[in-house]
């Protein structure tokens, strides 16, 4: 990990959107849409009574997330791609999309489900030790995390996918003094998730 690289701010997302309106192409990548599917797939318990979205973009997979949670609370750190996803989400009552910039900004509310997709690797280390530490405070006890994240190497990144997901997993484990129970992995080819339980 090279702690020289500062986290990537709200600037940072603004200026992308502010060229393209979806800069990596959600809307029609063939591999976004397999991965959102798997996203979905890969959650247990069926409906959550309250969850929440770190970096939600445009909003397309909080569309998917919404018909899981009773209460889904989506956030972005760009003002226009909260804009974006509050015009995709605006029917949805049980959905609130709100501009925040985690780990500065962080919901007092607490959540049986996090979801932490294609985000961490934008955060420098100190950051995303902030972030970890809110998120588990903010599950319940039984509550699920769910990360994922792209696994090459982009060198403008704070960290890799892979450095993103040992952080968590470094707070998991059989001892009880763990916050997280580590319960599955899935690896694919450019992305990975791991779900995690509250203790």
């Not at 309250?50 to 760009?78: H, T, Y």
């Not at 809110?134 to 769910?146: R, Y």
């Not at 952080?167 to 992305?191: A, C, R, V, W």
Request: with cysteine; net charge negative; charged share 25%.
């Amino acid at each position: 990990m090279d702690e020289n690289k500062k986290t990537l701010d709200a600037s940072y997302f603004n200026n992308l959107y502010t060229q393209n309106q979806d800069p990596w192409n959600f809307e029609e990548s063939e591999y976004e849409r397999k991965k959102y599917d798997q996203t979905m797939l890969f959650l247990p318990d069926g409906v959550y009574a309250s969850g929440f979205e770190i970096g939600c973009s445009n909003g397309l997979l909080s569309s998917m997330l919404r018909q899981r949670c009773q209460k889904l609370l989506a956030v972005d750190s760009s003002t226009i791609a909260v804009a974006n996803a509050q015009k995709r989400l605006a029917e949805y009552s049980n959905v609130t999309v709100r501009e925040m910039e985690i780990p500065n900004d962080f919901p007092d509310e607490k959540f049986d489900l996090i979801l932490l997709s294609e985000v961490g690797y934008f955060l420098s280390e100190a950051d995303l030790l902030a972030a970890r530490e809110k998120i588990n405070g903010a599950l319940l006890p039984g509550g699920k995390l769910l990360l994922v994240h792209w696994t090459p190497l982009v060198d403008e990144f704070p960290l890799t996918g892979d450095q993103v997901h040992e952080i968590f997993i470094n707070t998991s484990g059989d001892e009880m003094s763990k916050p997280l129970i580590h319960l599955k992995n899935q690896t694919e080819p450019q992305y990975r998730m791991d779900l995690f339980q509250r203790r």
